[in-house]
């Protein structure tokens, strides 16, 4: 059996696997911020302001109205896994939760039984550029686990494992480790109620950056698992002997160890592997169920309780501009940085 089952370009959002529901990845080159960290040049031209998602002047602003981001919304029944590699993250809940992550940091979020939450880009440079870089992650939660408490995690870039591996010719790839393990270095522990918390599940989560001509082995794991390696950046790849361009995925067996040698460019490559949750999947905007009458259900209680309200003045929440790192949990724990 060949260690590559299919290869084909990422498009958008990129294509998952079982256990995954959905992935994107988010590269915005946006300007200075004004004195709100909202953007500090014209929306008036050639935006749809409140569903922005085409690329101009190398920015979008989403569904923001002044600063960029996903003003507040809800979820049911899965997790959303925010991966933070430039800028800024400004996170407020329906549980009274709020927080601000940057570059390095992660925050790991299960909606459970239903949460509303804003994620927002505030722009804190009033001087210079504000580029932002994450990825967003939907894990699937199984039926046993779809109406747990909601509930977030922030995985700090200080506590995050990272491996480097040097190859026989000194070149180096680095392994940014969220969730599973990679050469008996484990991840930090998930969210309590996740896929990923029991290990026999092999969910791993992995950002990679290979030196120029750098080779690295992604090492095998449980072969029930589904395994994609997205190639976002670079410029050229040999995997198992089958060259690929970056803008490309590979989906390889999770049971074999895979070989990959690195071309003339640094490459970044973003891993999910994890063995199936298989079970029906009814999705309806940001509720995933099991079936379509959960979904009927999920509506109507969505309709009738907003999941417990909004308790923030604005449904664009940004913390203030000089503040830090930080999380502030719904039972009044803060953790800064």
């Not at 935006?47 to 690329?55: A, L, N, Y």
């Not at 029944?77 to 570059?103: C, P, Q, W, Y």
Request: proline residues 6%; contains cysteine; hydrophobic residues 35%.
């Amino acid at each position: 059996m060949s260690k590559i089952k299919n290869i084909e370009p990422l498009g958008f959002p990129w294509k998952t696997q079982d256990p995954f529901l959905f992935c994107a990845y988010h590269r915005d080159e946006y300007p200075q911020g004004n004195s709100n960290m909202g953007v500090d040049a014209s929306l008036k031209q050639g935006r749809h302001i409140g569903q922005d998602f085409v690329v101009k002047d190398g920015w979008r602003m989403y569904h923001g109205s002044n600063v960029p981001g996903f003003p507040y919304h809800p979820h049911r029944g899965f997790e959303t896994i925010t991966i933070n590699k430039e800028g800024v993250v400004d996170h407020s809940d329906s549980l009274g939760a709020k927080g601000r992550f940057m570059e390095g940091d992660v925050q790991w979020m299960t909606a459970g039984r239903g949460v509303q939450h804003s994620e927002m880009f505030p722009l804190v440079n009033d001087d210079q550029g504000n580029p932002l870089e994450i990825f967003q992650i939907w894990l699937n939660l199984p039926r046993a686990s779809k109406m747990v408490d909601p509930h977030f995690k922030m995985l700090w870039k200080e506590d995050i494992p990272v491996v480097e591996h040097q190859d026989e010719a000194g070149y180096v790839t680095t392994v940014q480790i969220v969730a599973g393990s990679i050469a008996d270095t484990n991840a930090l522990a998930p969210t309590p109620d996740s896929w990923a918390a029991n290990s026999a599940n092999a969910v791993g989560v992995y950002t990679v950056k290979m030196e120029a001509n750098a080779t690295w082995t992604l090492p095998k794991t449980n072969a029930e698992a589904h395994r994609t390696i997205f190639f976002y950046k670079g410029d050229s790849i040999t995997v198992e002997g089958q060259q690929v361009g970056y803008d490309y995925l590979i989906e390889a067996a999770a049971g074999e160890d895979i070989t990959i040698k690195n071309g003339q460019a640094d490459a970044y490559f973003l891993i999910l592997e994890g063995k199936p949750i298989n079970e029906p999947v009814v999705q309806h905007g940001p509720f995933v169920m099991n079936s379509q009458q959960e979904i009927i259900q999920t509506m109507q209680e969505y309709s009738r309780t907003q999941f417990g309200g909004w308790p923030w003045n604005e449904t664009e929440v940004v913390h203030p501009k000089d503040k830090g790192r930080f999380a502030l949990h719904s039972d009044g724990k803060e953790e800064v940085k």
